[in-house]
């Protein structure tokens, strides 16, 4: 079972902030990277799918970037707004399974 | 398109009462899965199938058992309910390649007394 790592666990930030997160998952045998927004009492939606080494993804203020040969992701958020407060996951895709790390928990204050 | 479906939304079971938690969708995906949720631990895989017939373990299958007859349904059954099983269930599905997100349905949330 893969070992997905997600730093900080936790983020407060005030709104207009840019903030960053990290992934870390096993560069061997890599596939796909996914990234996910998990509201609370809601479903996680996919947000990013990232397959090759040195991809950059971006949809309006939230972008990533991906470097599979030293196993990291990083997710990106310029200029923070409360409807961003949510748990990002990212889950490697491994033989048929994507296995989740345990999230950042973003909260923006207005 | 209902995309995930999943039901029951909430459940209170007995240690030691059986039930099947329903996940169906519509989108002709081939890929479905099963995760729980719990505090601190993220989501962990339980079963996941890559098509009708086929079905593989995931990182904690004990307690539970799937089946796939059909691409559209995928059931998760609970053997003998333990307390250790309460959680929120989400069922999962894509199509069958690494480059596509997980639709998943809205959760079950199972308590077990």
Known sequence: ILNVEQSPQSLHVQEGDSTNFTCSFPSSNFYALHWYRWETAKSPEALFVMTLNGDEKKKGRISATLNTKEGYSYLYIKGSQPEDSATYLCAPYNTDKLIFGTGTRLQVFP | ?113
């Open chain 2, 1 to 113: 398109n209902a995309g995930v479906t999943q039901t029951p939304k909430f459940q209170v079971l007995k240690t030691g009462q059986s039930m099947t938690l329903q996940c169906a969708q519509d989108m002709n995906h081939e890929y479905m899965s099963w995760y729980r949720q719990d505090p601190g631990m993220g989501l962990r895989l339980i079963h996941y199938s890559v098509g009708a017939g086929i079905t593989d373990q995931g990182e904690v299958p004990n307690g539970y058992n799937v089946s796939r007859s059909t691409t559209e349904d995928f059931p998760l059954r609970l053997l003998s309910a333990a307390p250790s099983q309460t959680s929120v269930y989400f069922c999962a599905s894509s199509y069958s390649d690494s480059r596509y997100g997980y639709t998943f349905g809205s959760g079950t949330r199972l308590t077990v007394v």
